[in-house]
Nanobody, 124 residues
Framework: QVQLVESGGGLVQAGGSLRLSCAAS????????MAWFRQVPGKEREFVSA????????YYADSVKGRFTISRDNAKNTVYLQMNGLKPEDTAVYYC?????????????????WGQGTQVTVSS
């Protein structure tokens, strides 16, 4: 049984930082490309960041480039999203996603495993 479990969300003031974690089980984590998406109520889920397996290529949405950093620890079966310089517009539910593939992609349909999400709220 595959599980992706996010943690680390919460309430933070604008300019603050949070680190999200996504712990995977039931998969050979090192064989998976991983990603983070986010969703605001009433809007479509949007791509935030992704990391490939192997060479660890990383990808970011323009809106978070330079502020967010994705990383992975294959020994811990975990992918992280370090979020610095948070803005109120970063408020959303953040979802972890995975797919058994070499390269990460920015489209939602490319991923077949999803976590339940963790709420991030940034106050102004």
């Amino acid at each position: 049984q595959v599980q992706l479990v996010e943690s680390g969300g919460g309430l933070v003031q604008a300019g603050g930082s949070l680190r999200l974690s996504c712990a995977a089980s039931g998969i050979t984590f090192s064989m998976y490309a991983m990603a983070w998406f986010r969703q605001v109520p009433g809007k479509e889920r949007e791509f935030v960041s992704a990391i490939s397996r192997g060479d660890y290529n990383t990808y970011y949405a323009d809106s978070v480039k330079g502020r967010f950093t994705i990383s992975r620890d294959n020994a811990k079966n975990t992918v992280y999203l370090q979020m610095n310089g948070l803005k109120p517009e970063d408020t959303a539910v953040y979802y972890c996603a995975g797919v058994r593939a070499t390269y990460a992609r920015s489209i939602e349909s490319a991923y077949n495993y999803w976590g339940q999400g963790t709420q991030v709220t940034v106050s102004s």
